[in-house]
């Protein structure tokens, strides 16, 4: 076994676990090592110029990239940041994934691959322009060294270094080598907002041309020589073991090459293309172990988290005053006390691209090919999977089908390198089936969420009680992160950070965990997205329950939370929240703060007497404190909208026998284009901070739509998706 610097195990812990962090001085031998470590042949040829920079003779600039892009604009976002403080020309701006096994042989000079969380840019930020600024220093240098003049008197611009006081110019390729042997600065000066030329600029997008010619690579595109392809079967039911299946039988269908065991919980064909395998898998007996999870379906789920609303026992998330007190007072007092109970299902990731990747284990080297939103945690999988330390393991990074969370998982990585030991130096390429992806996830958890509170007369709320019950992510990903029952996740957009309205004296917002056997994870947005629908929509019914305005409403309970509020006015002002609306039509709103930005929205929606719903306009306001790119954040807005009204109308999970029922778009169903509203945006930095943009807005899509709803038709949805609800006029 290779020499590790890290054991493997502990690697992926770490890597799974949380975020890594990285301050901008990086230790020199690291530098060095990083410097001297050749990879992708985009950067052939040019000088490194710290770690994020190569500048090429022809004036090209690398930038390199360590995080994931999989639609959302991290890529070029990544790419601006360094090609301010660079002072770049953009037309010639470039950029290459960093190798996960490089950063790591490096000391991990690169830092943090995770990609998830919206960390992309806002927790890269500070250490990307650093390294843009750090490389422009080290040109002007060179300049000024060739010119025998004072670095002071130089400037860069548009890649080229000026002397104005004799007219003098270069361009970066003709510094660059000289460059490239200054050493690395690493107290450097970062431009002020107002002196931006690229940052908060609607540049092109790096990606686009190649998505539209169609010579963008993604991991389920790749082709080697000699590659087989395999298709796999995991447990219909959670937790059960693989007992036998016919090899034999399989064996004699065209092009299968071999039938192998995965682990004791999966079986996969091997072939000469892919449908031969999925075909003659589908038609070997496989025999799996009897389990107590057969018996679960989603009535006795359901069941269960009913049962933890009203248990005694719960983890406390938030608690200001004493509202158990305040809610007991009013009671006894015979004042009214207003309930309510939602709930949320299940969710698939349901990416386009299914789960796949493409792994060769040769002369003790394991290779993979995959789209991943993690490389930290694949380098780290392939490893343990093949039995070999880190400095044994090449990972190739492609463009995302869509991640959404779901492929900051590695299952599928653990498994193609599992097949590829068992055929030593041929590269196998396992795609999971559409349905084998759909029934083999890591779902959004199942909640439900009671809600009681007390108005205080004065157009507030005197005392408020959200009680969680359902599943969390970290007792199932990071058990070690669970302190005394508290998974900190579950309380997104509820927590003493999130939260924003503070002007109630007396809060608790309590969660009590009741886990199931389905596996679950990091779905976009994660816990915001029904968090947002359980405390919007109540303080909605609140509003209504004390006769006021839903504006006026939030006013008073935003008014220690500006930023809040700011926001909601910025969506109401823009929707034209207190004009009329055209006939039939009707108005909801709601706000948010997570993955460090404000965002709010305004939904305008009909109801018909028969019950169809059409959104006819959605106003989103988000202020993420600066914008990279305003064209990258319009369609991220958009993006989360058609993401989180699938969610809203039709989408979810069931379970029956201890499986998930849905297999694939026919029953799990997402917004078609016809679903889909106008989408208006509001930009609203108010600057000091780096939000993200990737999944803020989808807490406020449900909400929104929910609560004009009520004002459309009377009726509270309080279990999504609506797909389920009658909305017929009464």
Not at 518 to 540: K, T
Request: glycine share 10%; net charge neutral; with cysteine.
């Amino acid at each position: 076994m290779g020499h590790m610097s890290m054991e493997r195990r502990g690697f992926l812990a770490t890597a799974v676990g949380g975020a890594f962090a990285l301050a901008w001085s990086v230790p020199q031998d690291a530098m060095a090592q990083a410097l001297n470590l050749p990879f992708s042949p985009a950067a052939n040829g040019g000088q490194p110029l710290g770690v994020w920079v190569v500048i090429k003779p022809d004036d090209t600039v690398v930038v390199r990239i360590a995080r994931s892009e999989m639609g959302q604009g991290t890529l070029t976002g990544l790419a601006q940041l360094v090609a301010e403080e660079l002072e770049a020309d953009w037309s010639k701006v470039t950029t290459e994934y960093v190798p996960p096994e490089v950063n790591q042989a490096s000391k991990r000079a690169w830092g943090d691959m995770s990609t998830g969380g919206s960390r992309g840019i806002r927790t890269s930020v500070d250490y990307v322009r650093q390294g843009g600024a750090a490389a422009r220093t080290m040109l002007v240098q060179a300049a000024a060294q060739r010119w025998n003049v004072d670095a002071g008197t130089c400037k860069a611009r548009e890649g080229v270094v000026r002397h104005e006081a004799s007219g003098r110019s270069l361009r970066y390729g003709e510094l660059s080598a000289a460059a490239a042997q200054m050493p690395v600065p690493q107290n450097v000066v970062l431009k002020q907002p107002a002196e931006w030329t690229i940052i908060g600029k609607p540049l092109p997008r790096l990606d686009t041309v190649e998505k539209t010619n169609g010579t963008a690579q993604f991991a389920i595109d790749v082709k080697l020589p000699g590659m087989l392809s395999a298709s796999i079967a995991q447990s219909p039911v959670f937790g059960a073991k693989l007992v036998s299946f016919d090899a034999a039988s399989a064996m004699k269908k065209p092009g299968v090459k071999h039938v192998l065991a995965v682990g004791d919980g999966a079986v996969a064909v091997v072939a000469d293309m892919w449908w031969q395998a999925k075909s003659a898998l589908e038609a070997m007996p496989i025999v799996w172990s009897e389990s107590e999870n057969a018996a679960v379906d989603s009535a006795a789920i359901a069941t269960r988290l009913a049962e933890g609303l009203k248990a005694d026992q719960a983890a406390v998330g938030l608690k200001s005053g004493d509202a158990k007190a305040a809610l007991a007072s009013q009671q006894s007092a015979g004042k009214p006390v207003i309930e309510a109970t939602y709930g949320t299902p299940f969710l698939n990731h349901a990416t386009l691209e299914p789960m796949n990747c493409t792994a060769m284990v040769k002369d003790g080297i394991v290779e993979v090919w995959v789209g991943t939103q993690n490389g930290d945690a694949t380098l780290a999988a392939a490893a343990e999977a093949g039995g070999v330390g880190l400095d044994k393991v090449k990972v190739h990074k492609y463009l995302l089908g869509g991640g959404f969370g779901r492929r900051g998982q590695q299952d599928y990585v653990r498994q193609a390198v599992t097949l590829a030991k068992q055929v030593p130096g041929q590269p196998v390429k396992l795609v999971w089936s559409r349905e084998e992806d759909m029934q083999h996830g890591y779902y959004r958890p199942i909640t439900q969420c009671r809600m009681q509170a007390v108005l205080d007369g004065k157009g507030g709320v005197e005392a408020l009680h959200l009680r969680l019950s359902g599943q969390s992510i970290l007792s199932y990903l990071a058990p070690d992160r669970i302190k005394d029952g508290l998974d900190p996740v579950q309380f997104q957009g509820l927590n003493a950070e999130e939260f924003g309205y503070t002007a109630i004296p007396h809060v608790l917002v309590d969660h009590a965990m009741r886990n199931t056997h389905v596996p679950v994870g990091f779905w976009r947005g994660v816990n915001h997205n029904q968090n947002a629908v359980y405390l919007e929509c109540f303080i909605d019914e609140l509003a209504h329950a004390a006769g006021q305005d839903p504006l006026a409403f939030r006013r008073t309970l935003l008014a220690k939370s500006p930023k809040n509020l700011a926001v909601l006015e910025a969506a109401c002002a823009k929707a034209g929240w207190g004009t009329p609306t055209a006939p039939g039509v009707f108005r909801g709103m709601c706000q948010n703060y997570g993955f460090g930005s404000y965002t709010a929205a305004v939904a305008e929606v009909s109801v018909s007497k028969k019950g169809e719903l059409t959104i006819h306009r959605i106003v989103a306001a988000t202020d993420p404190g600066y914008v990279v790119n305003p064209d990258q954040v319009v369609a991220q807005v958009e993006g989360s909208f058609a993401y989180g009204l699938s969610a809203l109308l039709y989408s979810e999970n069931t379970v029956d026998k201890g499986r998930v029922v849905e297999g694939n778009f026919d029953t799990y169903e997402v917004a078609r284009m016809a679903d889909m509203p106008k989408v208006e945006t509001v930009l609203a930095p108010s600057g000091g901070f780096w939000g993200g943009v990737g999944e803020p807005t989808i807490a406020v899509a449900a909400p929104a739509v929910l609560n004009a709803i009520f004002a459309a038709t009377g009726k509270r949805v309080r279990q999504l998706p609506l797909k389920n609800v009658d909305l017929s006029h009464a």
